[in-house]
């Protein structure tokens, strides 16, 4: 519906402001635009207080109302029977919630407009805090989620284990290099004709080559064995072993047989040296 203009004269505002008064309900619309024309216009000059007072008996707070309910709302709201305190709660509602139903306190759900002046002012306090919790929610910081880690003791010799398999694989390298090297030399004096010398040359040659592959072997079992127990299997839990004495103590003995084996190898690499010492070219 086309709005119809509306005229500078104030007296004639004046006059049609307190027939809407005396109407009321659908005028309260009309009255509204009436106000705020004036107020925009300074029709008043400059006195629109006094003239609010005086010629229209009307206080400026109520005024004011009018103005929003005038400005906020939509025509269809001026069939109503809803007071002008009503309409005004309504219209100071979020836009997007007038037209939607609400749940009282009560248990009941109604739209704004089936509503009273104190069910609107309750739900608009309902909606104001629903706001400001997302609001809130909206400025927290991520939250970040601190869990306890329980991370196993590492025994204190666990490194220097380690190290020992690190060391035997540097070793290892080593000694396939000089295996490579010995092999050249050996198949050079292979080339050329033998003599005694050469013989014994390459006998020894022959010789050095099956130890640096014994040494060589040995390592790699070593090697093999702390990489699976040191490494891998190092940290077991013992609660979960059988309590089978037989089973622990056929562990205890294999651990013994290992420990005599160690004990006596290093004991033959140091008193019978068979692996000469560290081997040098030209």
């Not at 709005?3 to 006059?15: F, G, P, Q, R, W």
């Not at 307190?18 to 309260?28: C, H, L, M, R, V």
């Not at 390298?173 to 010995?182: D, G, H």
Request: proline share 4%; no cysteine; glycine share 4%.
């Amino acid at each position: 519906m086309q709005e119809v203009a509306l005229s500078n004269d104030l007296t004639k505002l004046t006059t049609e402001i307190k027939t809407y008064q005396s109407i009321g309900g659908q005028a309260i619309f009309e009255i509204g635009r009436r106000l705020k024309w004036v107020k925009e216009n300074d029709l008043a000059h400059g006195e629109y207080m006094k003239w609010l007072k005086e010629s229209v008996n009307m206080n400026p707070t109520t005024a004011q109302r009018f103005v929003k309910i005038a400005s906020e709302l939509p025509n269809r709201y001026s069939s109503t029977d809803l007071g002008w305190k009503a309409l005004y709660e309504i219209a100071t509602m979020p836009p997007e919630e007038r037209d939607n139903p609400q749940q009282l306190d009560s248990g009941e759900t109604k739209k704004p407009d089936e509503m009273t002046v104190r069910e609107l002012r309750e739900t608009k306090k309902k909606l104001k805090e629903r706001d400001s919790q997302i609001e809130e929610l909206k400025n927290q910081p991520p939250k970040v989620i601190e869990k306890e880690v329980e991370v196993e003791k590492v025994p204190d010799d666990y490194y220097s284990l380690k190290g020992v398999v690190d060391t035997t694989k540097s070793l290892n390298e080593r000694y396939e290099r000089e295996n490579q090297q010995l092999r050249s030399e050996l198949d050079n004096m292979s080339s050329n004709n033998q003599s005694k010398d050469l013989a014994e040359n390459k006998k020894k040659l022959v010789d050095e080559i099956a130890s640096l592959n014994t040494a060589k072997n040995l390592h790699q079992e070593i090697n093999a064995f702390l990489q699976k127990v040191t490494i891998n299997n190092y940290l077991p839990s013992f609660e979960s072993i059988s309590h089978d004495h037989k089973i622990t103590n056929s562990i205890l003995d294999s651990l013994s047989g290992l420990e005599k084996w160690s004990k006596e190898t290093k004991q033959a690499l140091q008193d019978q040296n068979f692996i000469e010492g560290d081997i040098t070219h030209d």
